[in-house]
């Protein structure tokens, strides 16, 4: 897989406006702070990557509730926010 890097070499935090989540080979959650090698992360599309670091895919984080960094702990919140909250 290849994900789209800036011309600095970043991976994206928002696609058109909207947050981006980054997802590890073993099924964990990344954002984008952590995907693009901070907070001391090992992350890397390379396939020879151990699965807990390399990064699989990414999306835009349309809705659902706030998913945690594997790595990191911080919260990853989706641009509608949970639709099963009401308010």
Known sequence: MRLERDS???????A???PMIYYFADGGT?????ANGGN???ASESEGA???????GAD???EGPPETC???GAAI???YGDPDVSE
């Open 8 to 14: 600095k070499g970043q991976l994206p935090k928002h």
């Open 16 to 18: 058109e406006g909207y």
């Open 30 to 34: 990344c954002c984008p702070e952590c």
């Open 40 to 42: 001391g992360s090992d």
């Open 50 to 56: 151990d699965p807990q670091w390399r990064l699989f």
């Open 60 to 62: 835009i984080y349309w």
């Open 70 to 72: 594997t790595h990191c």
């Open 77 to 79: 919140e989706s641009a």
